[in-house]
């Protein structure tokens, strides 16, 4: 069951900019952490950005690798998340997914209940 719908992936040129959207369903997006995750083959999936719950304090914390060109952002009625992707580079290719979760501590997977199906997101020239 997927508890999100994803969209905004696609192709896009070195620094170029993309958003993704996560709506959530079944639930309440407002009142869990989200997190956004990344992989691309062979290697492990890991954290870009994951915010708390509103509920909670709202802390945010991004890779080191996206700090200053990604932002997350939430719409409360909407029940949806996004991830802003700017500058991006040719690095950033990889699937993106979402996740729900009641609180984070290190913006890993493993602490992350709720999963979107993912979107693939290239960069490329």
């Known amino acids: 069951q997927d508890h999100f719908v994803e969209s905004g992936g696609g192709l896009v040129q070195p620094g170029g900019s993309l958003r993704l959207s996560c709506e959530a369903r079944?639930?309440?997006?407002?009142?869990?952490?989200i997190g956004w995750f990344r992989q691309v083959p062979g290697k492990e999936r890991e954290g870009v950005a994951c915010?708390?719950?509103?509920?909670?304090?709202?802390?945010?914390v991004y890779a080191d690798s996206v700090k200053g060109r990604f932002t997350m952002s939430k719409n409360r009625h909407h029940n949806e998340a996004y991830l802003q992707m700017d500058a991006l580079k040719t690095e950033d290719t990889a699937v993106y997914s979402c996740?729900?979760?009641?609180?984070?501590?290190?913006?890993?997977?493993?602490?992350?209940?709720?999963w979107g199906q993912g979107t693939q997101v290239t960069v490329s020239s």
């Open positions: 996740a729900a979760g009641p609180g984070f501590t290190d913006c890993r997977p493993a602490e992350f209940d709720y």
């Open positions: 079944g639930f309440i997006l407002d009142y869990y952490a």
């Open positions: 915010i708390s719950s509103s509920e909670s304090d709202g802390r945010s």
